[in-house]
């Protein structure tokens, strides 16, 4: 008989975290691991940013395994597909709801798994209709991607976005999480890195404490936000997690 392998998490113990920004989209990538087999996970990587994140990834000691996208973006190409091609094993993950091709497809109550640490995935649509967020196993902190962004949300007018939806994605997968859980979002545009997401509860002027779902549906139809420049080639590529179309 031979024992089974299973891992303790000491009590306490943080999730490895680097947080990595991209100027040219504004975009935060997320690097995620267990200390103890240094396991990983890269969330909303960029593809002019692959060869950074792949110093970043030797000089932590990481093993990465998934390349985990929050959505289908629409502001630049994600990194994954790019990856894949330099690290042997490596899969893209996106949500079965975006509609995109990647070697796994997630959906809400799935957990992803890095040596025996894990982040588990909430549907958040309202950006996108396959948009996830990800709240970290000691629900420490959460990856909005661009459901909640910090005194902000993303926009709701393109790629099946929906204002209704993403008021009751906020207050329903992401306000439910304890005040103290620190918010990590897919972009900001003004230099903010993390919220405590019961300042964006009390704060948030689009979905803070007094605002309806009506005054929001307002606030979106008057955003008034021009389109993302690289749309066009992003959103095609991103349905394809950045694989180049062969055909
Ligand atoms: N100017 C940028 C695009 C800016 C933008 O539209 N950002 C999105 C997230 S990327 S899909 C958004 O939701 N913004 C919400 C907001 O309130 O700013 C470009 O040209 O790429
Ligand atoms: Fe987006």
Redesign the pocket.
């Given at each position: 008989m031979t024992a089974g392998k299973g891992s303790i998490v000491k009590a306490g113990e943080a999730m490895g975290f680097k947080q990595l920004f991209d100027d040219d989209?504004s975009t935060y990538t997320y690097l995620l691991w267990d200390p103890s087999t240094k396991d990983a996970i890269i969330v909303d990587p960029v593809d002019i940013q692959v060869d950074r994140d792949l110093k970043e990834i030797e000089s932590l000691g990481l093993n990465l395994v998934y390349g985990v996208n929050t959505h289908a973006?629409?502001?630049h190409i994600t990194g994954t597909g790019l990856l894949k091609t330099k690290i042997d094993g490596f899969q893209s993950v996106i949500s079965d709801a975006s509609g995109a091709k990647a070697d796994i497809k997630i959906g809400p109550g799935d957990k992803i798994v890095f040596g025996s640490r894990s982040i588990s995935v909430r549907a958040t649509p309202g950006?996108t209709e396959g948009c996830l967020s990800y709240v970290a196993d000691d629900e420490s902190f959460v990856l909005t991607g661009?459901t909640l962004?910090i005194q902000?949300?993303?926009?709701t007018d393109f790629q099946g976005g929906s204002a209704e939806k993403l008021y009751n994605s906020v207050h329903s997968q992401l306000f439910t999480l304890p005040d103290e859980t620190i918010v990590y979002p897919a972009?900001d545009?003004k230099g903010r890195t993390s919220a405590k997401l019961g300042d964006e509860k009390k704060t948030n002027p689009r979905l803070g404490e007094g605002k309806t779902e009506s005054d929001f549906v307002e606030i979106m139809k008057n955003?008034n936000?021009?389109?993302?420049?690289?749309i066009d080639v992003a959103v095609p590529a991103n349905m394809r997690c950045g694989v180049p179309d062969v055909e």
């Open positions: 989209s973006h629409a502001d950006h661009d962004l902000g949300c993303g926009r972009h545009y955003l936000l021009s389109y993302p420049k690289k």
